[in-house]
């Protein structure tokens, strides 16, 4: 057996949380008692997740706020049905499976591919023109929000699909993926539940033009 492929992006991915934390939880930020599910910030300084309450989500929001370490995840979910993604590209990605979120991490200053393989979630960096080849593919990478936003690509047999979404879901499914997938490809339970985050995913997902008429 030899050593996985990324330790450090390991050593990363263990700060944050684990994806079913105990019951009950309070609010990072106030402490008040927080009900079932709830959104989190990302606190840029630690490379983590945070519980948060709707007060203080609605709080930072606002750019800058509390000094900028902590930023709200957005709750929007973007598709792209006229993307080009297609084999060229997803080949210049390098990514080994048949999914993966690229994340435009402003610690590390540049955008990383985060996928599952059977060492655990891998994150490995993009070049810059992998990641131009994107930009050119899908209008979605120029909406992609700097460490509260994932872009997740799918490809399977000779179809691509891409979506904007929430970060905490992204760390949520590698998470889960990292307990069930087995061998190369995951098996059939991690299939099976990449499928359901699809479908769950493609019934909330909107086009960015409807996005931009919303008030
Ligand atoms: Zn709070
Ligand atoms: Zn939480």
Known sequence: M???PTAAAHRGLRRFRAPAPPSPERCELCGAELGGRHRHLVDTRNRGLACACPHCALLFE???????QFRTVPDRFLTDPAHRLDEVVWDRLRIPVGVAFLLDNTALGR???LYP??????ESE???AAWQAVRDATRLADLLAPDVEALLLHRDDDRTDCHLIPVDLAYELTGRLRLLWRGFD???EARAALADFFADVTCRAREPREEARRP
Do not use: E, Q, W
Request: net charge neutral.
């Open 111 to 113: 955008v990383v591919a």
């Open 126 to 128: 993009l070049d810059p």
């Open 117 to 122: 393989s059977p060492a655990g979630a891998t």
């Open 2 to 4: 030899s050593a996985p």
């Open 186 to 188: 995951g098996g059939a």
């Open 62 to 68: 606002r750019p800058g706020a509390g000094g900028g």
